[in-house]
């Protein structure tokens, strides 16, 4: 199955026959101080220099999220996708809770990328949120990201996870939205706190892929937060994450991506290791 | 299913249920010319370090193989193995293709632990092999690793390499050893030369791990032989394996212990992440 991003310029295609497609997180306030700042103040200078850096370390899809307190969504969302799609070539992931704020960057994505189709960040499980988000996807022939929560909460097994991506996966059809345009985030919690975390968000990305089909995407960092040398940690949960079919997980490049690309080649995904000799040789030259 | 190999003063239990065991190779003159030079000549200081650098660095169980051009491994093989069994606490696992080698490591472990129980390696799918090995493991009621190999080679893909392991397992059983001491080995490759080596490794592990249910070892190491920066691709390809049930792969132990506890931690083998933090500490005090 094919999800196909394009920005005005480039397509992605994220699929299991292919090398995982990494989606860079860094244009997120989220636990950023200085990012925060500079956007309360109306600054973008820090988002035009992340877009530029995680496209250098290999990026192949860049989230875009300005959500933070006191920062209006709704005004500096569509400015820092039209600063992000002026600045690199990539497709882009348009990240918020605020169903304003999606709809103004949508507007300036269909101005700058008449052809384009960016990825929505996200649409869950919770009713009110798939009356909203939903109809968005479909009239703007986006892709959407679904977590796995509704309004319970995130379940705590992999099955109950699959239910949900059930019930989105369907419902988006309902509405018209072909099946590979929807990427399922399975969620992972840190093993930090409950030692299962781990073992049921990789059987719930197993499940869902297997039962399913459909592409992959988790934000993989939170597996190890709380914990020391957190790298290491996040090495080895996207390394078994891949084996189970994620394909486009959201993480940070610069850190990831000689792991990733061990994990495609020892996936068989690499003829030769060219991907991954070239990258080396980049690094270390 | 546990397999439970012990020294005179020490058991270690390779299970699925626990933390993976690592089994030290370094006491292994291939590819090591200083050690191979050394065991020629008789001297064994080499292997007194080896031991104790690698039980510091986190082995459970030592290799202990001499097997070089121009070594008489049935002279030098117990003598390693008793200097071993002297200098460290932790099982041994007696490494050699010379069947007089075996027996005359086999009875010095007798004498230095009479209650004891080493791994050998290894028995692998040849006629001659099971017929001259597994005697020695029912006779010493050792445990026992089986190589996915036989007298065709290397089979290319998983299904054969469950019918070897299948084979290794049926034959150790009619002589009396029960199942839980044969640890299978679904041989690992380079990915360099052959893009699909680990993909028919890791699905020969998630065979044998469930429709023979055995534990499981591997070589790890060989998966990127001849490739740069190869640690990030073993690490990527022991994640995996471990996912797929691999819980004692044979490896250096101070580069990959803390990518094994990772795995750990992610598989929901390491409460409140307490193994990987004390390991952290102990590396960066």
Redesign the interface.
Known sequence: METILKSAKKSVVISSEKPTVLIGERINPTGKKRLAAALVAGNLDIVRQEAEAQVEAGADVLDVNVGAASVDEVDMLPKAVRLVMETVDVPVCIDSADVDALLAALAVHRELAPEGKPLINSVNGEEAHLEQVLPLVAEYKTAVIGPTMDDEGIPDTSEKRLAVARKIVERAEGLGIPREDVVIDCLALT??AD??A??VS?GAMRMVREKLGVNLTVGASN?SFG???RE??N???L??A???GLNCPIVDAAKVR??IL??D?????????MR??KA??KR?K
Chains 1, 2 share one sequence.
Do not use: C, E, H
Request: glycine share 8%; no cysteine; aromatic share 12%.
């Open positions: 093993v930090g030692s299962q781990g073992v990789l597996i914990l020391p040398d290491v940690i090495w080895a949960f390394a078994m891949i084996q189970n000689p792991a061990a994990a080649l020892v996936m068989g995904r690499d003829d030769y290791a991954y000799i080396y040789k270390t």
